[in-house]
């Protein structure tokens, strides 16, 4: 679709927005939302005709890029046969999403408890979990990102909990394996594995072991960081959890659904935990949906006694009929070997390749069409190009880095010091080679601000 300009009507909008919307995380009088007219595959536009290849994803949710036809279609039958349907009884569309789920799952997490985004799925999962152990502590990682409602944001580890943090929600933070800035001084992933592992067991062993319902983690982190865990360490967390009784949580709302190049980012490791949490890719984010996959030891802890939770729209019948469609549309279109291919033969060269170039960049990580960039003032320090949870003229590098960006024509994930290059899974190479040129530019204005660009001055 060619992109129409018209001004007038992108005034209207960001009018209607400033005087109306309220948005998250944010300052309201300090943002400017761009007004957006229309979207499609990996690209969207605003109402001057400026068109940007989205190398977020929207909120790397749609894997499959923005109007899918098939998907749009399933929504448009789905809703003139049955637009809604309370969630008590059995509808086609929502045991055909349940079943296509499990079949993708590993192991035996057969039973699928639909909620209407990632946030809710977490509090469920930590619910379940408290219920099947009768115990009340929950463990999760500092670098985390875990959802918006109370429970989930007590959980996250990222500066977004602190406002809501009210130090009596059961909830003990420790530190994950990140080899780039480690809390361990471990020098290789192996001593990082080892030692992160062995930080967990004394927090568990301090906190007491029969104190703790769960341990939940991010399979591979998202806003967090992008960190994949290094080998044997997930292996290592779900063995901890055997042997203490623990329920073994794992967050796949953003790594889920071929962001990794496989259906689940579990499928990497070979672990299977006892609830994984799942949203966003589930139908590229064309209706809210989410849920909790539940193995079968828990789904029998509430064979005979109620489980105590539920949701008005849990598996809403539009939202499922477009997780059918985009579970599908994923199969039969070969959209997590996309990602994988792509990943391993054109984004991890090339991310790799701008680092050489660019002394702002201090490590590329990622998996997939799941990376980050971290930007550094200095390569030997590794000191951040910007101060952890920088806001205002503190965040200035970061700042002028994503408007170099956007003026190229890339929308980018920016978060802290880093960038993050997720993009659709089915993005094509010749638009991730687009991508990597407006990266390329950009990341030339964030090496105005390191140390080797202080010493030219």
């Known amino acids: 679709m060619t992109p129409q300009p018209n001004p007038e009507a992108g005034a209207a909008v960001k009018a209607a ?35 940007y290849l989205d190398f977020s994803s929207g909120l790397v949710y749609t894997n499959i890029g923005y109007q899918h036809p098939k998907v749009v279609a399933a929504i448009q039958e789905q809703a003139a046969h049955l637009s809604t349907f309370a969630p008590a009884f059995a509808i086609e569309a929502r045991s055909e999403a349940a079943r296509l789920i499990a079949e993708r799952t590993p192991g035996d997490l057969d039973k699928i408890f639909f909620t209407n985004g990632g946030a809710d799925a977490v509090e469920h999962a930590v619910r379940m979990a408290r219920l099947h152990t009768g115990r009340p502590k929950v463990l ?6 875990h959802g918006g409602t109370q429970q989930a944001v007590n959980i996250t580890g990222d500066p977004r909990r602190w406002a809501s943090d009210s130090a009596a929600a059961g909830v003990v933070h420790f530190w994950a ?18 030692r992160a592992l062995e930080h967990l067991e004394t927090t568990i062993a301090f906190e007491g072991p029969g104190t703790v319902a769960a341990i939940v983690l991010e399979t591979v982190p998202g806003t967090a960081g992008i960190m994949v865990p290094p080998p044997g360490y997930l292996a290592g967390v779900r063995e901890i959890c055997d042997r203490h009784g623990i329920v073994f949580v794992l967050d796949e709302v953003m790594a889920g659904f071929g962001r990794t190049g496989e259906w689940f980012a579990a499928g990497l490791t070979g672990v299977t935990p006892d609830l994984m949490t799942f949203a966003k890719g589930v139908n590229s984010g064309y209706v809210p949906l989410g849920g909790v996959a539940i193995s079968g030891a828990i ?33 039969e ?101 687009e991508g990597f040129a407006a990266l390329d530019a950009a990341l030339s204005v964030a090496d105005e601000y390191t140390a080797q660009a202080s010493y030219r001055g």
């Open 299 to 331: 789904a029998e802890t509430f064979a005979r006694r109620p489980y105590p939770g539920g949701l008005t729209y849990s598996g809403h019948p539009l939202a499922c009929a477009a997780a059918v469609a985009t579970i599908n549309v994923m199969a």
């Open 333 to 433: 279109e070969g959209v997590v070997d996309n990602a994988r291919r792509l990943g391993e033969g054109v984004v991890a060269p090339a991310l790799r390749e701008l680092a050489e170039r660019h002394p702002s960049v201090g490590e590329v990580r990622g998996v997939g069409m799941f990376w980050a960039l971290e930007l550094v003032k200095d390569r030997e320090t590794r000191e951040p190009l910007v101060p952890y949870n920088a806001t205002g003229e503190a965040n200035a590098p970061m700042a002028a880095f994503a408007a170099a960006a956007k003026k190229h024509g890339l929308w980018p994930f920016v978060n802290m010091n880093r960038t993050h290059v997720v993009p659709p899974c089915n993005v094509s190479e010749a638009e991730l080679k």
């Open 177 to 194: 394996p990140y080899l780039y800035r480690s809390r361990f001084y471990a020098e290789t992933e192996e001593q990082e594995c080892a």
């Open 140 to 145: 999760s990682a500092y670098r985390s990102y």
């Open 17 to 51: 927005d400033r005087a109306h919307v309220f948005h998250s995380w944010s300052a309201q009088e300090l943002i400017d939302p761009l007004a957006v007219a229309g979207a499609e595959g990996s690209y969207f536009w605003d109402y001057d005709g400026k068109r």
